[in-house]
């Protein structure tokens, strides 16, 4: 099943182009369990043979983003919290995940949003805590823009270096998705290394400011 849906997702790729571009974005930060290393890289690919810009990719892809992101953030906000851990299931949503999902927005506000947009699996739910949390949507859009940007621009560079060196992948876009994920564990790695250090710095900042902290 997998198999036939990432055809179909790279073929919604090279046939629409930067509109399928947005799309399959959309649906990768809302609740659909689209990889982006299966929509950005083969785009990448495209443009370095002329059928599309680089930066319109990279445009595309942090719309694409935005808008997924944007209608979870107002469905959840909307329905609330109790509607969402009692069907989300069905969308493959747990309320182990959106727990989990809330404590970081709690913990780490908007600095959490903007590293979830970096990370595997919590972007695609980070929208969910930030509606039901009612953050400002205009806080919450400017750092989901952010992230997505630096996201896009990455995965639009190491897509373009990763098809170049192997075109053959083109042909079997499950082997790409492999390959990217595989070889671009260090950009992960460094988003990890990021988060750490801010994650450490507002803790220490929690505690300095915590009356009594200093006694």
Known sequence: MLHGLLQVWFGWVRDGGYLG????MAMESSI???PSEIV????????SQGRMSYTGVVLAGTFGSWLGSAITYWVSRWI???LILRWGRIVFITPEGVNRAELFVQRYEVGGVFFARLLPVIRHLISIPAGI???SFGVFSLVTVL???IWCTVLTWFGARITAAHPDLMNDPEALMRMVKQEGQWIVGAVLVLCALYF????LTSRSSTPGAAV
Request: no cysteine.
């Open 40 to 47: 950005i890289p083969p785009a990448a690919f495209w443009a």
């Open 32 to 34: 659909f369990p689209v």
């Open 80 to 82: 609330g919290r109790a």
């Open 21 to 24: 571009v947005i799309a399959l």
């Open 147 to 149: 992230g997505a940007f």
């Open 133 to 135: 949390a009612r953050m």
């Open 200 to 203: 450490l710095v507002m803790r």
